[in-house]
């Protein structure tokens, strides 16, 4: 029944990219397309009083041959741990888990139901649109897993009538090659876009072996990844207040996984298949504007060494029905519910598992004067046997100080946030819980945000401050019987410090831009239930400092982009016994775009850890030395 549904869907979304091309052939002068609209209000629209950060487009295009992993490491407050070059790499925000930051793709959830999490290598750079990143708990807004903060991605917006289309190929180091097509038309009435991308890299660096005698150097092994993918999106405006929206986006990745330092070669690879269709309906009235989303994902994941052969494979069914209100640009009201339910065939389950899970929520901003927004935003989530209790958010910005060019804005909100036991943990055989509880947190969070423009001058400015405390924190530990099983063993206690200020300035032919954040994170246990009590100790893989300086540069036709990341020391485990030592990284781009015509051809140069620092992101896990790529990318505007 799966693979017959994945064919029809497949074949749907094949022919939705056909059928509006043909329709945009006939008589389309009666309504224009309003592709900018088709999400509806922005979820940020809700977030009054918290930290929401948008990576700037000329860094992701530079960089739009890597993954979500290289843009979210240099530009946020995000800590990436990478298992080796070929490996996952997941986040750590504000002091959590991987499983504490909620990913979401056009509005909805598409973090894999079994592990909780995404693996943000396996995320695309030249698959997306926007990408913004809300800091800090929205469990109202974004549902299960949104402790830390939540990721949003987006599809691309095309809104340049007529057609464009664009070529990369970049050559690398360490036997990397990378190419991309896409190309887009944008008429009065259906706006129609696709792209696809390959990528292969051997990844046989060369590595100091310090676990051997002497330090010899060696070539990495077992480390090759192949990936390929495509993307597709068709807007519709159906009429003058209804539009239609169908995107899809496929990913997959044959990698080999090194083994650590030390530890013996069993051959490990991971196969990783991901299908996402969507199709979204807007329409306006009179009531607000109507938003419904219908979703079909497809995670497969195939892992084998010597000894094991697992299989998951997960179909993911997913409706999101909203009504937002907006009265006089005073207040805004949106109501909603999402129904997902998951069909898992996964092996460590001995068979088949299903689940239903729903949720309600109600978001409200009210602007009572020009000086002061106000929202409050709840969620109730309904999964059999684990219902969560509400999670609400409360928040306001204050524009407290105006003169001249200065504005100075006072922060703050108070939100709580849940996240629901994975499949893993619950139907895992043998070793999954059936007992265990959701976890539940809560965030406060305050801060200053000042702005100064000046003519072509700007300067943005921020400071926040928060605590976060999560009860019923979920760690797999082993058991007498001798195998591994998830308990709510302890509450954590996360609180620290974001600064961040970015200056740009525009000056005839040259424009300038500069960014320097700075972020200090402390995350520990501070009441245990089970297993060695680890008070007041930071938990391991979380850096107590992270700090990042950028420079952007663009004259007449020549662009440069810099990024330095500092990573403080990280703890390898929650007793503090062992560490891995603080590293630096920097990367440097070059770019030049040649005019034929209406044409462009844009070439770059790109260094990634430039400094050549030897350093390690996972315990025994080298990572590459300096490297370099070439590209060529040819645009039809």
């Known amino acids: 029944m799966a693979k017959s549904s994945y064919r029809l869907l497949l074949c749907l979304a094949a022919l939705s990219g056909i059928a509006p091309a043909a329709l945009a052939q006939q008589d389309t002068a009666q309504y224009q397309l309003r592709t900018v609209e088709v999400f509806g209000k922005p979820a940020e629209v809700f977030a009054s009083g918290s930290r929401v950060s948008i990576l700037d487009s000329s860094f992701v295009q530079m960089h739009a041959s890597g993954s979500l992993v290289d843009a ?69 807004t974004y549902g299960s897993g949104a402790i830390g903060g939540a990721v949003s991605l987006s599809s691309p917006v095309y809104d340049k009538p007529g057609f464009g289309a664009t070529v990369q190929q970049e050559i690398g180091s360490f036997g990397r090659y990378f190419s991309s097509a896409g190309g887009h038309y944008v008429g009065q009435k259906v706006s129609v876009g696709m ?139 949106r109501g909603g519910v999402n129904l997902q339910h998951f069909v898992a065939d996964v092996q460590g389950y001995g068979g088949t598992v299903t689940e239903d899970r729903a949720s309600a929520f109600l978001l409200f901003r009210y602007d009572p004067t020009r000086r002061l927004d106000l929202s409050l935003n709840v969620r109730q989530a309904f999964v059999k046997g684990y219902n969560p209790t509400p999670a609400p958010t409360l928040g306001a910005n204050w524009l407290f100080l105006q003169q001249n060019n200065h504005r100075l804005y006072l922060k703050g909100n108070v939100s709580g946030s849940y996240r629901v036991p994975t499949l893993n943990e619950r139907f895992w055989q043998p070793g999954g819980n059936p007992d265990i509880k959701p976890e539940q947190g809560w965030n406060y969070e305050s801060g200053l945000c000042h702005t100064f423009t000046h003519g072509s001058w700007h300067i943005e400015t921020e400071a926040s401050a928060y605590r976060l405390l999560l009860d019923n924190w979920v760690q797999w530990m ?46 520990e246990q501070v009441e245990a239930y089970e297993g060695p009590e680890e008070l007041n100790l930071q938990l391991a893989h979380v850096p107590l400092h992270k700090a990042q300086l950028g420079a952007d540069a663009a004259f007449r036709a020549w662009s440069f982009l810099g990024n330095l990341t500092y990573n403080g020391l990280r703890y390898t485990n929650n007793s503090n016994t062992s560490n891995l030592p603080a590293y630096t990284l920097l990367s440097l781009a070059l770019s030049r775009r040649i005019d034929i015509g209406q044409y462009q051809i844009i070439a770059s140069l790109r260094s990634d850890n430039a400094t050549n620092a030897n350093y390690y992101v996972l315990e025994n896990m080298p990572m590459p030395p300096r490297s370099f790529a070439a590209s060529l990318r040819f645009v039809i505007p």
């Open 478 to 523: 082993p058991l007498e019987s001798g195998y591994w099983s998830p308990r709510n063993l302890q509450k954590v206690r996360a609180q620290g410090l974001e600064l961040s200020t970015r200056a740009s300035k525009k000056m005839d032919e040259l424009s300038v831009a500069a960014t320097a954040a700075y972020t200090y994170t402390t995350s």
């Open 72 to 140: 979210l490491q240099a530009r946020t407050p995000l800590f990436l741990k990478t298992n080796g070059p070929s490996g996952i790499s997941t986040p750590t925000f504000r002091g959590t888990s991987a499983t504490h930051t909620a990913v979401l793709w056009n509005g909805l959830n598409i973090d894999m139901p079994a592990l909780g999490l995404s693996d943000f290598s396996l995320l695309p750079l030249t698959s997306l649109g926007s990408i913004s990143v809300q800091h800090g708990a929205a469990g109202a």
């Open 195 to 333: 792209s696809g991308y390959r990528l292969s890299a051997a990844n046989d660096f060369p590595y100091k072996d310090y676990g051997s005698f002497g330090a010899p150097t060696r070539l990495q092994e077992e480390a090759q990844v192949a990936q390929h993918g495509f993307t597709q999106d068709v807007t519709w405006q159906l009429s003058e207040k209804s539009r239609l929206a169908l995107h899809g986006w496929y990913t997959y990745a044959n990698r080999e996984v090194p083994p650590a330092l030390g530890a013996a070669n069993v051959s490990t690879r991971q196969v990783d298949k991901n299908l996402r269709l969507m199709a979204d309906f807007g329409h306006d009235s009179n009531w607000g504007e109507t938003t419904v989303k219908a979703a079909w994902f497809s995670d497969y994941l195939r892992y084998t060494d010597y000894s094991n052969n697992s299989l998951t494979d997960i179909n993911t069914y997913q409706l999101q029905a909203e009504q937002t209100y907006t009265y006089a640009r005073r207040w805004s009201l």
